[in-house]
């Protein structure tokens, strides 16, 4: 089962949210997928995971229907069809899919962490399909 101590690794916590309060694994319906919740203080953080076939034949529909709905854009050079939702505040929202893997991201940023930077460097981490 994914959890965050699966997804987001030492590296990545000490990277980007080594001023975190607390990270908090949130309940998923299936084991294929993990939810962090990131206190920080003022500017929280949340990072979702599925790892599941299925992500890699929603991926366009999803696309469509976020750019459609929510005025996505695309977030080029970040794993495969990656878009990004300003949210307000300064903080992005940011989905994507990895490259070498099924799993699928999906990441609310504060305005501090570069959304760009970031999502490269989860997906990176992400274990190989």
Known sequence: ALDCDRVLSKEL?????????????????????AECKIEMGEDDA????????NMAAAMTASIENLKKNLRAK???G???????????????HVTAWD????????VTLPK?????TFS????ASLPPR
């Open 74 to 76: 695309d977030l080029p």
């Open 112 to 116: 501090a962490i570069d959304p760009t």
């Open 46 to 53: 949340s990072l979702a995971v599925t790892c599941h076939d």
């Open 78 to 92: 970040v794993g495969k069809g990656a878009v990004t939702v300003d949210i307000g505040g300064g903080n992005v």
């Open 99 to 106: 490259d070498d893997s099924n799993c699928s991201i999906s």
């Open 13 to 33: 916590r000490a990277k980007y949210f080594a001023n975190a309060v607390t990270i908090k694994n949130l309940p998923q319906p299936i084991a294929q997928a």
């Open 120 to 123: 490269k460097d989860f997906l």
